[in-house]
């Protein structure tokens, strides 16, 4: 009879640990159903001196909105942009990565590279809008998703080089060697080593690109000026103005804006969980 489950079985499985994560994945997750209810909840609700978190009465008024100022199509411009920078970002910055960890290079030259992404960071992006004008002008990529995917690269590039230079340390340099004296080119060793045992390296890497790329508002405000072109978060500031701010429509929108990114953190969580607690070791 071992294998018949006992009565309390069920109660022994509500841990003090899992009762944490249980309440901590609430908190998480109470700004999502709120932002849910919200862009539901009629105009009028809006100025009740209480706080619902289920609206009273249901409206879709704010979704139906959206849809006339074409949505979707800002939707798909944050993601073109967003899969573009992160892209181009990965495909130069694990090459930079890898050079930095295997060929002789000057001493500390990764943390130069961590003091260049927190000045990048830390600028204001002003500071850099006119030379990044000249250059896209010069290009002919002003008001272009593309020419924001190559602006994107000033601060995304550098952080994709400096996390990847910890991944690819990571990677045991015998596997490396083993391969080469079996006569195994740069190329097939990347293709079969390094690149899978640090995937979920690139995938931890991948995520930050997208959320860094997905939330840009600035250089997306300066260089964008076709409303069809407009990303979300561009989008999202013509919503507040100073005679009316649409909550309704900021809350449909902020829900909607966010699913991507869980969508995509959930189809990778395995690989970013073994990213994050330095799963190549």
């Given at each position: 009879m071992s294998g018949e489950a006992m009565p309390g079985d069920a109660g022994r499985g509500l841990t003090p640990r899992a009762l944490t994560a249980y309440a901590?994945?609430?908190?998480?997750?109470?700004p999502v159903f709120w932002m849910a209810g919200t862009s539901v909840k009629p105009p009028?609700?809006?100025?009740?001196?209480?706080?619902?978190?289920?609206?009273?009465?249901?409206?879709?008024?704010?979704?139906?909105a959206l849809m006339e100022d074409d949505i979707f199509g800002k939707v798909v411009n944050s993601l073109i942009v967003a899969f573009g920078t992160t892209a181009l970002a990965l495909l130069a910055g694990f090459p930079a990565a890898y050079a930095l960890a295997r060929l002789e290079m000057p001493r500390r030259l990764d943390v130069a590279f961590l003091v260049f992404v927190l000045l990048i960071k830390l600028a204001p992006p002003?500071?850099?809008?006119?030379?990044?004008?000249?250059?896209?002008?010069?290009?002919?990529?002003?008001?272009?998703?593309?020419g924001l995917v190559l602006v994107y690269q000033v601060y995304a590039l550098p952080f994709a080089i400096w996390m990847l230079l910890g991944f690819v340390r990571d990677v045991p340099q015998s596997y490396e060697e083993a391969a080469r004296i079996d006569g195994a080119s740069l190329i097939q060793r990347l293709a079969t080593i390094v690149v899978p045992v640090m995937a979920p390296g690139?995938?931890?890497?991948?995520?930050?690109l997208m959320i860094l790329s997905w939330n840009e508002f600035a250089y997306a405000l300066l260089f964008i000026q076709t409303p069809s072109k407009f990303t979300l978060p561009t989008y999202i500031a013509t919503l507040i103005t100073e005679d009316e701010t649409f909550w309704g429509r900021l809350a449909a929108i902020g829900f909607l804006a966010s699913l991507p990114i869980?969508?995509?953190?959930?189809?990778?969580?395995?690989?970013?969980?073994?990213?994050?607690?330095?799963?190549?070791k």
């Open positions: 901590v994945t609430a908190l998480v997750l109470l009028i609700e809006f100025v009740s001196s209480s706080v619902d978190l289920i609206p009273n009465a249901v409206t879709l008024e704010h979704y139906r002003i500071v850099l809008a006119i030379p990044l004008y000249q250059v896209l002008r010069s290009l002919g990529l002003l008001d272009t998703l593309a690139l995938a931890a890497t991948a995520v930050f869980l969508a995509m953190v959930g189809l990778v969580q395995k690989w970013l969980t073994m990213g994050f607690a330095g799963g190549l």
